[in-house]
């Protein structure tokens, strides 16, 4: 079998242009490669210029297709400057079908994929970063900015479900203990020696071919280490660290893999042992006295101080975390936010210090190793904790200080508001006005709605009906567009009826605020009899591995409100709704915080079809000239029970 090509960068931190103009570079010359894979900050820091190129901005050139990616991307580390707004474009483009962002996708939080036929594992965030998330109010929706226990045990539970060893481990973070048994002066100069004891222990069961990890700042390739034999012999791991992309110092940020799938090798040749193999550098998990959920848990300090000194080269103080013998005490404290990176601990007590004697700065960093730009000050009365808050508003270091007593509740931006229901909405696919719109899909319009061939069909009869006008749902549709979507409903039904076939469809509603918005979409497809009988039965089994459930809503077989049931059911939040054969209907009101699988509709409609492979709409993409004849293959086929032709 050959080898897979595999080119490997470490933080890409925004500089989008630096690393494809590096990797079409490699590609050209050596190439053709078969997937970039991503590891550490693939988006800029929080507080980057949006002028300088490294902000959210340049990622959305490569997902809208005005800047070419030489090679399927894959990444990790999807927070930071502009990540949340490029994060739903890239949703919204994949979700639509975009020519181009095929090319650039997320992992996710963690997990076991195969890519290219290698065994790819990944996690993503932190182990300490939940904390600042939740202080700063933001929404980290399918994006990870801490791992949880739950994400472990969800790469853990997909081991077992394969008898392949895994060719790649993809982390943030290095694990703890990783130069544990190197020669002395293996480490590079001023490199951390210490990581993450739950990416230590998970590295330990996933026994990867190849662990790569970021975040530390500099290029690293540690001797290999023995893994553990499970009994049919023991291969090696190659831990390597990469730097961040375009960094001062001119230090390896690519790597160039050529690694045939460990499923494809013959035992001999996967357990070979170079002759600078060492031992494993971590104990063996049931000899270490921490749990995984003690790992997470860490210690609070010490993980804060590491992340501080992972991004040591830029030049930041340290982290203020509480002085010794101090106690807490809120009634004395205040709350400053703005604060600039750069301030020390003694800039920050010279500042408040006319306000009264400082005893305690506390101010933590964030997930990347950042000092976060808010925290807390104590001072030994109540009086001077009043007094501090008028300086709310001078500046530090430039910048204005905002000061709040402690005990205050602080509040939080609010969200963009979500397009308004009927407008169109620039950058939406599914807007007709949109100049970009494939409107070489289009198989009928209504006066209020239209059919459209999906861009990645589960089969070739597979369809979307969508309001004319931007609406973000069935539930939110005009009750006239709500009537001629119903018409099209049972038009279809009749259509796939002369085949021998009956209609199942699924609507996903999920808020997507900066991306123009979700733009109601109802799939339908046709499948068999026998998938119908029992299709319900599907729904419910594949819902409860996702563990949630659904609720039963009288749908538009049962006469008049149909509409007002959903309404009813869900009311203003995000939901999925799948109308069976039967004309029953299933609903699931997902929940604010849930992350309810984005693909399951899909899922559900492939193995209904009894095409399971082909739930992923990426690998059912045709040609411009394929996707024109299925096109004109379905007007045929729905002419005379198309509703604009009565």
């Given at each position: 079998?050959?080898?897979?090509k595999?080119l490997?960068?470490?933080d890409?931190?925004?500089?989008?242009?630096?690393?494809?103009?590096?990797?079409a570079?490699?590609?050209?010359?050596?190439?053709?490669?078969?997937?970039?894979?991503c590891t550490?900050a693939f988006?800029?820091?929080e507080g980057s210029d949006?002028?300088?190129?490294e902000?959210?901005d340049?990622v959305l050139?490569?997902?809208t297709?005005s800047?070419?990616?030489?090679?399927p991307t894959y990444?990790?580390?999807a927070?930071?400057?502009?990540?949340?707004?490029a994060m739903e474009?890239l949703?919204?483009?994949?979700?639509a079908?975009s020519d181009?962002?095929?090319?650039l996708h997320?992992?996710g939080?963690?997990?076991l994929?195969?890519l290219k036929?290698?065994?790819?594992a990944?996690?993503?965030?932190s182990?300490r970063?939940q904390?600042?998330a939740?202080h700063?109010?933001l929404d980290?929706?399918?994006?990870c900015?801490?791992h949880t226990q739950?994400?472990?045990?969800v790469?853990?539970?997909?081991l077992q479900?394969t008898?392949?060893?895994?060719?790649?481990l993809l982390?943030?973070e290095?694990?703890?203990?990783i130069?544990r048994g190197?020669p002395?002066g293996?480490?590079p100069?001023?490199?951390?020696?210490?990581?993450?004891e739950?990416v230590?222990?998970?590295?330990v069961e996933v026994?990867?071919?190849?662990?790569v990890?970021?975040?530390?700042?500099?290029?690293?390739?540690?001797?290999p280490?023995?893994?553990k034999?499970?009994?049919a012999g023991?291969?090696v791991t190659r831990f390597i660290?990469l730097a961040a992309?375009?960094?001062p110092?001119?230090?390896k940020f690519?790597?160039a893999?050529?690694?045939v799938?460990?499923a494809?090798m013959?035992?001999?040749?996967l357990?070979?042992?170079?002759?600078?193999?060492?031992?494993?550098?971590?104990?063996d998990?049931?000899?270490?006295?921490?749990?995984?959920d003690e790992a997470?848990?860490?210690?609070a300090?010490?993980?804060q101080?590491?992340?501080w000194q992972?991004k040591g080269g830029?030049?930041q103080?340290?982290p203020?975390l509480g002085?010794p013998?101090?106690?807490?005490?809120?009634e004395?404290?205040?709350?400053?936010?703005?604060?600039p990176?750069?301030?020390?601990?003694q800039?920050i007590e010279t500042?408040?210090?006319v306000?009264g004697h400082?005893?305690d700065?506390?101010?933590k960093?964030?997930?990347?190793?950042?000092l976060?730009?808010?925290?807390?000050?104590?001072?030994d009365?109540p009086e001077?904790?009043?007094?501090?808050c008028?300086l709310?508003g001078?500046d530090?270091?430039?910048r204005p200080?905002?000061?709040?007593p402690?005990?205050?509740p602080?509040?939080?931006?609010?969200?963009?508001?979500?397009?308004q229901?009927g407008k169109p909405?620039?950058?939406?696919?599914?807007?007709l006005s949109n100049?970009?719109a494939?409107v070489?899909?289009v198989?009928?319009?209504?006066?209020e709605?239209?059919?459209?061939?999906?861009?990645?069909?589960?089969c070739p009869?597979?369809?979307?009906l969508?309001?004319?006008?931007h609406?973000?749902?069935?539930?939110?549709?005009?009750p006239?567009?709500?009537t001629?979507?119903q018409k099209?409903?049972a038009?279809?039904r009749a259509?796939?009826a002369?085949?021998g076939?009956?209609?199942?469809t699924f609507?996903?509603?999920?808020?997507?605020?900066?991306?123009?918005g979700?733009h109601?979409?109802i799939?339908?497809?046709p499948i068999?009899?026998a998938?119908?009988k029992?299709?319900?039965?599907?729904?419910e089994?594949m819902?409860?591995?996702?563990?949630f459930?659904l609720?039963?809503?009288?749908?538009p077989?049962s006469?008049?409100?149909?509409?007002?049931?959903l309404?009813s059911?869900v009311?203003?939040?995000?939901?999925f709704c799948?109308s069976l054969p039967?004309?029953s209907?299933?609903?699931?009101v997902?929940k604010r915080?849930e992350r309810?699988?984005?693909?399951f509709?899909r899922?559900?409609?492939?193995?209904l079809?009894?095409?399971?492979?082909?739930?992923?709409w990426?690998?059912?993409q045709g040609t411009?000239e394929?996707?024109e004849?299925?096109v004109?293959?379905?007007k045929?086929?729905?002419?005379?029970f198309d509703i604009?032709q009565?």
């Amino acid at each position: 079998m050959a080898p897979r090509k595999v080119l490997l960068a470490g933080d890409v931190d925004g500089k989008l242009s630096a690393l494809f103009k590096r990797v079409a570079a490699v590609n050209k010359a050596n190439g053709p490669f078969d997937l970039l894979l991503c590891t550490g900050a693939f988006f800029a820091p929080e507080g980057s210029d949006a002028n300088s190129g490294e902000a959210g901005d340049e990622v959305l050139e490569y997902i809208t297709g005005s800047k070419p990616v030489p090679v399927p991307t894959y990444f990790i580390g999807a927070t930071g400057q502009g990540a949340d707004r490029a994060m739903e474009a890239l949703e919204m483009a994949h979700s639509a079908g975009s020519d181009s962002a095929p090319q650039l996708h997320y992992l996710g939080c963690s997990g076991l994929k195969n890519l290219k036929g290698l065994n790819v594992a990944f996690l993503d965030g932190s182990s300490r970063g939940q904390a600042s998330a939740e202080h700063e109010g933001l929404d980290q929706g399918t994006t990870c900015t801490a791992h949880t226990q739950e994400d472990v045990q969800v790469i853990l539970t997909a081991l077992q479900q394969t008898t392949a060893d895994v060719d790649i481990l993809l982390t943030r973070e290095w694990p703890a203990g990783i130069a544990r048994g190197t020669p002395p002066g293996s480490l590079p100069q001023g490199c951390p020696t210490s990581g993450s004891e739950t990416v230590a222990r998970l590295a330990v069961e996933v026994r990867p071919r190849y662990h790569v990890a970021g975040t530390h700042g500099f290029h690293y390739d540690r001797p290999p280490y023995l893994n553990k034999d499970l009994g049919a012999g023991a291969h090696v791991t190659r831990f390597i660290a990469l730097a961040a992309v375009g960094n001062p110092k001119k230090l390896k940020f690519l790597h160039a893999l050529g690694l045939v799938p460990a499923a494809d090798m013959d035992q001999a040749s996967l357990c070979a042992q170079p002759p600078n193999t060492t031992p494993t550098p971590y104990e063996d998990p049931a000899s270490r006295k921490r749990t995984f959920d003690e790992a997470m848990a860490g210690d609070a300090d010490g993980e804060q101080s590491w992340r501080w000194q992972q991004k040591g080269g830029r030049n930041q103080p340290p982290p203020s975390l509480g002085r010794p013998g101090v106690v807490k005490d809120e009634e004395c404290s205040v709350y400053a936010s703005n604060l600039p990176w750069r301030a020390t601990e003694q800039d920050i007590e010279t500042f408040f210090a006319v306000a009264g004697h400082v005893v305690d700065i506390r101010r933590k960093c964030n997930k990347d190793g950042q000092l976060q730009g808010f925290g807390f000050v104590q001072f030994d009365s109540p009086e001077a904790a009043r007094r501090a808050c008028s300086l709310s508003g001078r500046d530090l270091q430039g910048r204005p200080i905002n000061v709040l007593p402690a005990l205050e509740p602080r509040s939080r931006p609010s969200p963009p508001p979500l397009p308004q229901d009927g407008k169109p909405v620039e950058g939406c696919w599914f807007c007709l006005s949109n100049p970009h719109a494939d409107v070489h899909l289009v198989a009928s319009i209504g006066e209020e709605c239209y059919l459209a061939c999906d861009k990645g069909p589960i089969c070739p009869e597979h369809v979307l009906l969508l309001p004319v006008e931007h609406h973000r749902s069935s539930a939110a549709v005009s009750p006239s567009v709500y009537t001629e979507m119903q018409k099209y409903l049972a038009a279809l039904r009749a259509c796939f009826a002369a085949q021998g076939k009956q209609l199942f469809t699924f609507e996903r509603f999920m808020t997507f605020r900066k991306s123009g918005g979700n733009h109601c979409q109802i799939n339908a497809v046709p499948i068999e009899a026998a998938a119908a009988k029992g299709a319900g039965e599907t729904l419910e089994r594949m819902a409860a591995k996702h563990d949630f459930s659904l609720e039963s809503v009288p749908g538009p077989s049962s006469g008049e409100g149909s509409q007002e049931a959903l309404q009813s059911a869900v009311g203003d939040g995000e939901f999925f709704c799948a109308s069976l054969p039967d004309g029953s209907r299933l609903v699931h009101v997902i929940k604010r915080g849930e992350r309810h699988p984005l693909a399951f509709g899909r899922d559900v409609a492939a193995t209904l079809v009894g095409v399971p492979d082909r739930a992923d709409w990426k690998v059912c993409q045709g040609t411009r000239e394929e996707e024109e004849q299925r096109v004109e293959h379905f007007k045929q086929l729905f002419a005379k029970f198309d509703i604009m032709q009565e």
